[in-house]
């Protein structure tokens, strides 16, 4: 396989919005318009472009992280804090549906069909929808027409965006309110009923139409909202109604309709009782991954709407949510997680969690040092052709290290000094892969691996860095696993232009007491490529003969490669280095064993 030095990275925007990082960004494909990147920067929400436009609508805690979900031309919004919205693709609106909340007053009319006791609600209709509309208003008081009418008043007009109002009423001398009327308009604030029980629907005015709950994660299965969001000690998973027949976790039917905007109060369910928080969503298959954080659920709803949630039995959950991503069937939801009291990435495929960084296990634990409060952008992870890449502070708070993982050839790269606080993949028609990522310091929205002048570097007002790359391998053990491998000679073949540099590095060995490893990396050899071509590198050991910077360099088992491209050879369009193999030629001996 090959390995190839990525290319440098762009800014979208010419101008930074200003020295804080963006708090989560998403590819958002309406219908058949050019899609938008849409990114949260301080308390607004942008559509990303060569000068960011602010959308209106609405506001947010400033540093709070924001999480998307698209669903049916719409993009849900939530951060944690705020109310849930959604933006249309011209501005930001309220999600879920409110309720009137002043009741309607009757006065007996002239002759008419009406003798008893009615009492009248009415509800709000949103968008020309009957299935968006909120809950019923309180009811009036009992009205006792004697063959007379009823004159029904004070039905109030709402928001911008109702477009008609609901009627409903009671049977004489019965407490259930069936539909009525519709008022197809925002204004008209009486009604003249006239109208036998008979004529009335048995449709009933919805009591619970909840509004969405502000929360910190969302998902859309089946047409179904999920929404997540800890509080003290209770982690709660809340789901919308898709039938108004459906039960609610408890098993009782609520009176309401079926939307992915309306939450009945009673639809959720709570997960785990070890008190720690949900630390993100993800869908596999039919069902809902919930992530805590040394816990991980599968929650599954069946056509009544009662949810099922287990516990996959796994010791390990997610302690970082932006590093929640899902690579596909073959390949399961990646997550950072803990391994004791260490990061670790792990995979998810509905079962068991498989280590994924155990490969480089030293470096990364190493290097990853940005989790925590004391830390203001926490790691984040995407997709990137294939690969699983996670951006991470490992050093100070803003030095940022990229570790990116191939999924195929199972093989880690590194990259220094870029600084992502959230990844936004381009996954739509015409695309061709490529991905975008907020920054971490600035309000900038950057192309990754596309421009051929180094990376962005924000401390140096603008100007590009040299582009650089580690690459390591896993444990160079090569059959015969039952004896002492003498390496001789490392081949590396790869290719390159004037100006780039090279570097292997004993990573690990077997010192000569069999106790121990090497506490760092040690320089084997440093090549400078001179011209354009292909090379093979190759570098002696002990077992050759060879000369040695280290008595255990023969012993050498786990190597890294550090590759180094100057900006100004960079600029030659194409011209990247790539390493097409490592292979490690070795004596194979039977080893001593003393008693």
């Not at 058949?32 to 959308?55: C, N, V």
């Amino acid at each position: 396989g090959i390995w190839a030095l990525r290319r440098g990275t762009n800014r979208v925007n010419t101008t930074t919005l200003g020295a804080d990082a963006v708090r989560g960004g998403i590819r958002f494909y309406r219908g058949g318009a050019s899609p938008e990147t849409i990114a949260k920067w301080s308390t607004g929400m942008y559509r990303w472009g060569t000068t960011p436009a602010l959308l209106a609508g609405a506001s947010y805690t400033a540093a709070a992280e924001a999480h998307f979900a698209a669903y049916n031309e719409l993009l849900y919004i939530v951060d944690g804090t705020d109310a849930v919205t959604k933006y249309d693709g011209t501005s930001l609106l309220a999600v879920g549906f409110a309720t009137a909340t002043t009741a309607p007053t009757t006065a007996v009319g002239g002759a008419g069909a009406l003798t008893g006791v009615y009492k009248y609600k009415y509800t709000f209709i949103y968008g020309s929808d009957t299935t968006r509309e909120g809950s019923a208003s309180a009811a009036s008081t009992g009205s006792t027409p004697a063959a007379q009418s009823i004159d029904v008043s004070g039905i109030l007009a709402g928001g911008s965006t109702v477009t008609a109002r609901k009627i409903y009423r009671t049977k004489s001398g019965g407490s259930l309110y069936y539909f009525l009327a519709t008022i197809s308009d925002n204004t008209t604030t009486t009604y003249a009923d006239n109208n036998a029980d008979s004529v009335l629907s048995s449709v009933q005015a919805p009591t619970d139409n909840g509004v969405p709950p502000a929360a910190q994660f969302i998902k859309i299965l089946n047409a179904r909202m999920f929404l997540a969001k800890t509080s003290g000690n209770t982690a709660r998973l809340w789901m919308s109604a898709v039938a108004s027949t459906e039960r609610n976790p408890v098993g009782t039917l609520s009176v309401h309709g079926a939307n992915i905007e309306i939450v009945p109060s009673t639809n959720y369910v709570d997960i785990g009782d070890d008190n720690s928080p949900i630390t993100g969503l993800e869908v596999w298959g039919d069902s809902i991954v919930v992530f805590k954080e040394n816990e991980i659920f599968l929650v599954r709803v069946d056509d009544s709407g009662i949810p099922s949630v287990w516990n996959t039995g796994n010791a390990v959950g997610c302690i970082a949510p932006r590093t929640i991503v899902n690579m596909g069937l073959e390949d399961g939801i990646f997550f950072l997680g803990r391994s004791e009291t260490t990061p670790s990435v792990y995979a998810f495929a509905g079962g068991r969690v498989t280590p994924v960084s155990d490969a480089v296990e030293r470096t990364f634990r190493t290097n990853i040092v940005g989790i925590g409060s004391s830390y203001s952008v926490q790691p984040s992870a995407g997709r990137y052709r294939g690969t699983y890449i996670m951006s991470y502070v490992y050093t100070g708070t803003v030095t940022f290290e990229c570790a990116q993982f191939d999924t195929r050839l199972r093989r880690w790269a590194f990259h220094r000094d870029i600084a992502p606080s959230c990844w936004i993949p381009l996954t739509g028609p015409g695309d061709t892969g490529e991905m975008k990522f907020g920054h971490a310091v600035h309000g900038f929205i950057i192309l990754w691996d596309t421009a051929y002048a180094g990376d962005y570097d924000p401390g140096a007002a603008g100007n590009p860095t040299d582009p650089n790359m580690l690459v390591e391998t896993g444990w160079m053990d090569y059959g015969s696993p039952q004896k002492v491998k003498r390496p001789k000679t490392i081949y590396i073949l790869c290719e390159g232009q004037t100006g780039a540099t090279i570097t292997v590095e004993r990573l690990y060995d077997w010192e000569t007491s069999g106790l121990t490893t090497s506490a760092a990396a040690v320089a084997m050899t440093v090549n400078t490529f001179t011209g354009r071509g292909a090379y093979m590198l190759r570098v002696e050991c002990e077992g050759a003969g060879g000369a040695s910077d280290d008595a255990e360099q023969g012993y050498v088992m786990k190597i890294k490669v550090t590759i180094a491209v100057a900006i100004t050879a960079e600029l030659v369009a194409q011209k990247n280095v790539k390493i097409h193999g490592i292979w490690l030629d070795f004596h194979a001996e039977q080893p001593t064993i003393h008693a």
